[in-house]
């Protein structure tokens, strides 16, 4: 592979944890390449940015996801045998599962349902001193979660599992003890799911039909067979752990509206296409998901690299989403760049690329737009609030990342009717 730029370093493994969400970007723009060689995580790989990257990655021809999420990744965010990894026939079957559960009218009802648990939030937060989005969003999100998708919850138990459904997605990037709370996490919560499946399936919890408890406990596959408890387990977790990561969405949403009073302003005049434009503009602009991991099925070769069977590629969604080629001024927030966006499926990738149903592609981003818009549209329209002094800055070398506060907001009132 001497056509591609190589990194000289003998392990990047130090520089991926320093550099983060830019350890791509930073060198694509170094070697002038959207693609380059690297070692990453002790093994030779290939790192690619951009749109056309994003489109051959999506190819099930040349990539596969197999051994592609290395283990410490499956014992805190993903959990093991799931959806994300598996491939062919299997995946396409498996992931009718999750698509069968994320249509409009079941987005529509989530929104709704957030919307609900924000307003009933108002005569608390009027009575406390401060109040922290990022961890009232958590705690809403579980709620609404475990309600829409069947499962029990006590009141009392929202706030331990809306953390370990956290802890799970901040292990992605760590090591030490945030990557075994993750762990933890991991384990507690699939104990709980799985004792759940069972009891749905001995009859003692009703599973309403269509809701994600019954799919997952009791689909039938080709065969006859029901899916693995651990398995049913793992998979009703990868669609409630990734509604309560909404929140931190949520948390640079609410940076947004402090940063850019501008677009409050916009906001305000109830006008439904700025709204979905601009949480469109939070989800390219703020880090989330920094780079998708997938393995070359089969020797290719694209753009005079030779990508061999076996080697890791990462496609850089951070960076994507970045890119001066497809994002005019990137590093500017700024949401009526959406007015004009044409709506490729691989120019825009937060939530990964092409066509969900056939592909890996996020199945939850419906979900993950409607609930943004009924909490930003409750931010803007029902309350008032202070920010006070505190620290709203984010890393970019943690991976995920959140500004640091947590956002603190005092003095919350509601906001009176006609303004
Ligand atoms: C996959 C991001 C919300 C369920 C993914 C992928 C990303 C992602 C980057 C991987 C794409 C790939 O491998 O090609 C996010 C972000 C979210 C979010 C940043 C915002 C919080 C959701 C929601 C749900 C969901 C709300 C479900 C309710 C899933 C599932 C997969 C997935 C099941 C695996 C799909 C597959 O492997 O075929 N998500 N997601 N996500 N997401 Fe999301």
């Known amino acids: 592979n001497q056509q591609i730029p190589h990194d000289k370093s003998l392990d990047n493994s130090l520089a991926l944890m320093q550099e983060g969400y830019l350890f791509i970007k930073n060198r694509v723009d170094r070697y002038q390449s959207d693609i380059f060689g690297a070692r990453v995580l002790l093994q030779n790989a290939i790192c690619m940015s951009g749109e056309e990257a994003a489109k051959v990655f999506y190819d099930p021809e040349r990539f596969e996801r ?21 491939d062919g026939d299997a995946h396409f079957l498996r992931k009718q599962l999750f698509m069968s559960l994320m249509t409009l009218p079941q987005q529509k009802r989530l929104a709704e ?11 608390k937060w009027e009575n406390a001193k401060k109040v922290v989005l990022f961890d009232e969003a958590k705690n809403i999100l579980c709620r609404i979660a475990c ?3 069947g499962v029990p919850l006590l ?16 292990a992605f990037g760590a090591v030490g003890p945030l990557h075994w709370k993750g762990r933890r996490a ?13 009891e749905v399936r001995a009859g003692r919890i009703n599973a309403e039909e269509g809701s994600a408890l019954h799919v997952m406990a009791l689909h039938r596959q080709l065969d006859g067979s029901r899916l693995d408890t651990q398995i049913a387990a793992v998979e009703l977790i990868n669609v409630l752990r990734p509604i309560v990561a909404i929140a931190t969405f ?12 501008e677009c409050r302003e916009k906001l305000q005049s109830d006008d439904d296409n700025y709204l979905e ?6 989800r390219r602009y703020y880090p989330f998901g920094p780079f998708l991991g997938a393995k070359v099925k089969k020797d290719f070769v694209w753009h005079d690299c030779e990508f061999k069977k076996g080697t890791l590629v990462l496609l850089d969604m951070y960076g994507t989403n970045h890119d001066s080629r497809l ?8 949401p009526e760049r959406f007015k004009q966006w044409e709506g490729s499926l691989f120019d825009f990738i937060p939530q990964g690329g092409g066509d969900p149903a056939k592909g890996h592609r996020c199945p939850g981003e419906g979900i993950t737009v409607e609930i943004m818009k009924a909490s930003v549209g409750f931010l803007v329209n029902k309350i008032q609030f202070d920010v006070p002094e505190q620290d709203l800055t984010f890393s970019l070398s943690t991976m995920p990342t959140l500004p640091e506060s947590g956002f603190v907001m005092s003095n919350i009132r509601r906001k009176p009717e006609y303004q």
């Open 147 to 149: 309600h829409w998708a």
């Open 113 to 123: 349902l957030a919307l609900n648990e924000w307003n009933a939030c108002i005569p």
């Open 250 to 261: 949520i948390t640079f949403a609410a940076l947004a509206l402090h940063e850019y009073p």
């Open 155 to 170: 009141e009392s138990e929202v706030k331990e599992r809306a953390d370990d459904f956290i802890a799970m997605v901040y």
């Open 66 to 86: 197999l051994g592609a999420v290395p283990k410490r990744v499956q014992q805190t965010l993903f959990g093991q045998n799931g959806v994300q990894g598996l």
């Open 327 to 334: 994002w005019e001024n990137p590093n500017e927030f700024r």
């Open 277 to 282: 434009m601009f949480v469109q503009e939070v």
């Open 186 to 198: 991991r384990a507690k919560t699939e104990q709980w799911i799985r004792e759940v499946v069972e």
